[in-house]
């Protein structure tokens, strides 16, 4: 390794800290923080993004990498930390201070205007600070990258690679079948969501929650369950990556499928170790959000909701449902966890139609960004696309255009993810499952930890090293497709809903 | 108020940021870290320790110090705070930073080996550690106050203004009457301790804890009660002043007591505010260790083992206890709590023997800082005095002089803020007796708001604006004087015992 790398790792893990210390107020302050202390941790967040980011611009950084690309004898490890730090670096650096401390605040102000317009369901208060938010990351992208279209660099800081044309064209491919499959299962009859009123405890819950993070090898020495207002998955420092839920007592799927979710996440982060000089640097981050997100649907989707995982696991739950779960059979609940209804809301959405709710936002963004949608034609503009894609008209905005956060805090480009997650997990699921044909029948007898080792190997301990696009070819032998995707829902749904 | 005041508070402010961000870390690491986040955890806090160093030592505060003290116009407050920064910036860089390291490295190598020197019953093992705290706290002393005698300097730090001969002064008398009482309590009948096997559930014990903290008007939405191994207070924050109890089933009177005593800290840290102005500053933190633990001490045992208390709270209890409290009645369970028997264990002790646990630790100290008592001889020298002060022999060194974490780390001079906690308590609690005649009254009523608020307004709200003499002689009209806890000590247990 070069001095100059060692003094780069050096730098990098002071400034991870500082990331993890922040992780942790933030952590505390959903899940135990005591009501009126949240505006001296506003000023302690504030003082730690401050010194985070003179960490991060830290002239030395450049020097270094200045100083490393000119050499032909890096590692591939070191060529990788490179890549992924200067990207980091030139993202830091390129935006002036006054622009940085304008945005801040423009969000912030946009966010709590946002959320004050949701409750009354008043878009046009809200109108003047999203298009205020749409010129800003016009700005951002120019500061970033100004030869690229602006909409392409927002995309490309959570999914590096990807640009509108790229996402555009695996998004008409996943349209058309999801479109299709929803089509085939409307015409079927609808199942019956049979957990839809059982009462279960939130202690009961947090049993069930206990037993699925087990039974996925969530290791529970290097993290938490918690409760909190939205379920969330945030690592603390690689050996303290915590999850929580939320307890709804007439609905406890809701918990348990939101704690294999996030125990997906979190499995994801605990397995990163692409090389043990890199440890605590950037090369040992996750890859990027798809990626993540790819790692939290299979477990949840693919393996959480599969016949094969409850045929192992359904005594257990049963056994903790007690009484109330009298009435459900394993055959029953499969069915139900599976039930695909179109609907107005993206976090409800089934695993069918979540794809059409991510669309929706892409397309709605796209037209943002290249000029063809104005903001104020956003209200009229979601109920066309929300009709045309999903058949489902929403009552008010409330429930329409202004049902998510990400807009007004500025994160265009983010959506695509959730939907890419999707298709990463099924294409990594179709090879594991021709390198381990028998991988069904494991799980159906307790074995997901063949699961676990094959995403571990193949997945997980990279970290950064490759990019997603090398990633996922390295790992199937293909660039993503989406008719992995494809395959898995037309088989599993044609199973359930008899089409 | 002069721009140099208003800049030294800005700094300040930051330096208090960092503290409490170290707060809510540690607190973490206390209640819900997962064990194998230790690692990360512990360079998580250098970081901060280092940050919160480097603000410390800025040479601007030195600067701005230097032209406030040539002033003669500072305001009382502006005058307070120049002195309180003073001493904590003298503190920190009187201190060389070779030998800053150098101490905590031995104090961390020497704490561990502590550890495992009690678990062995091993004096042996931890006695050059013990050797090398004593040589490094003389050597401390020397860089703070070369002209002072070194365990001076060194108790000054725990608690300012004081010294050896200060505290031998009140000591000797405090010992004469605690032995004098002891012997009368042990000519009478023993009281039976009804408490004692008791089973109540960790779930029941923490509603008998939020019972009580309601009772003392801890604020539930600037603070929050958890678990840990060893309770503590900590400050994450103005607002978020957290507190921990433990429990143990067969016996719920001491996580009831813990709590109040708790609770008692808490409500000090609550009520601190001496001026707007200087709010997140050092004028705004509590003036010492001894005042409070008066604080702590006067909630948990004059207030918290009263009669009085109980007349209101008893049957609350009860109802909270279910059948497993039936065996109990009031006049019972307040004699049970009471009850005075001499004990090894300094922490486990009662109202009465417990200063004479400190005052052997004290003399104790006196005497390796002077010289007469070499470090070899520490373990005879502890069952001497015990057996003189208290009649007991400890069977083995780890439940004697290896029994307390304090020295190992180099704490020489805390223990005496321990006793001196009793005796400011029952100063202020009699001059709060003279100024609310009916206080016992009122609070058989219900009403410990009385209490709370007479100190808010006498000790609290000052925080560090007056040194620990000043406070007491502006509170109580006098200087500290032992004779009030002698009284109150008197008085509560010749009518408990009978004598």
Redesign the interface.
């Known amino acids: 390794m070069h001095k100059e790398t060692a003094r780069l790792i050096e730098l990098d893990r ?1 400034h991870s ?2 990331v ?2 922040g992780a ?2 933030g952590w ?1 302050q959903e899940t ?6 949240i ?3 506003a ?2 967040l504030a ?2 993004e401050g ?1 985070a980011h003179q960490k991060a611009v830290n002239p030395e950084i450049g020097e270094l990498l200045s100083a490393l690309e000119t050499k032909n004898d890096l590692s591939d490890d070191e060529k990788a930390y490179v890549r992924v730090v200067r990207r980091d670096y030139d993202r830091e650096t390129k935006l002036p201070e006054s622009f940085v401390t304008e945005y801040a605040k423009a969000a912030s102000i946009s966010q709590a205007t946002w959320a004050e317009a949701k409750r009354n369901n008043d878009f046009k208060a809200f109108e003047s600070h999203l298009a205020r938010m749409v010129e800003l990351n016009r700005r951002r992208a120019a500061y970033l990258n100004p030869k690229a279209k602006p909409y392409d660099v927002l995309l490309d800081l959570y999914e590096p690679g990807s640009t509108q044309e790229s996402i555009a064209a695996v998004f008409s491919k996943m349209k058309a079948y999801l479109v299709d499959i929803l089509g085939k299962i409307r015409s079927r009859p609808q199942i019956e969501d049979r957990c839809e009123g059982l009462r279960v405890s939130p202690k009961t819950q947090e049993l069930i929650s206990g037993y699925c993070m087990k039974a996925l090898h969530y ?6 369950l ?1 409760v909190s207002a939205h379920p969330f998955t945030t690592t ?5 990556v ?1 999850i929580t839920t939320r307890y709804i007592e007439d609905y406890f799927p809701s918990s348990l499928f939101s704690t294999i979710h996030e125990s997906g996440h979190a499995l994801y982060e605990m397995g990163i170790d692409p090389n043990p000089e890199f440890r ?1 640097t950037k090369l040992a981050e996750a890859v990027s959000m798809a990626v993540h997100e790819s790692q939290s649907r299979l477990w949840e989707n693919i393996v959480g909701r599969s016949h094969a995982f409850w045929e192992r696991n359904f005594s257990a739950l049963s056994a903790l449902l007690g009484e109330e779960g009298d009435s459900l059979d394993l055959a029953g609940f499969v069915k139900s966890v599976n039930r695909v209804s179109p609907s107005l809301i993206r976090t409800e959405a089934d695993e069918v139609t979540y794809g059409l709710h991510v669309i929706a936002r892409f397309e709605l963004e796209s037209a943002l960004f290249d000029g063809s949608l104005s903001v104020g034609d956003m209200p009229a503009a979601w109920q066309t696309k929300y009709r045309d894609l999903l058949g489902v008209e929403a009552p008010d905005d409330r429930q329409g255009c202004l049902q998510d956060v990400h807009w007004s805090m500025g994160a265009f480009g983010y959506f695509p993810s959730y939907a890419l997650g999707n298709l990463y997990g099924a294409q990594f699921w179709a090879t594991l499952k021709k390198e381990v044909p028998d991988i069904e029948a494991r799980v159906a007898e307790g074995d997901t930890l063949s699961v676990l080792k094959w995403l571990r190997a193949n997945v997980h301990v990279h970290g950064s090293r490759y990019t997603p696009g090398e990633l996922i070819e390295k790992v199937t032998g293909k660039p993503l497709d989406p008719v992995w995707f494809e395959r898995y829902l037309r088989e599993k749904y044609s199973r359930i809903y008899g089409f």
Chains 1, 2 share one sequence.
């Open positions: 002071e800290l500082v993890h210390i942790i107020l505390d135990y923080m005591p009501p009126k202390a505006e001296e941790r000023s302690q003082l730690l010194l290791e529970r020495d290097r993290g938490r918690d603390l420092g690689a050996d303290d915590r605590g």
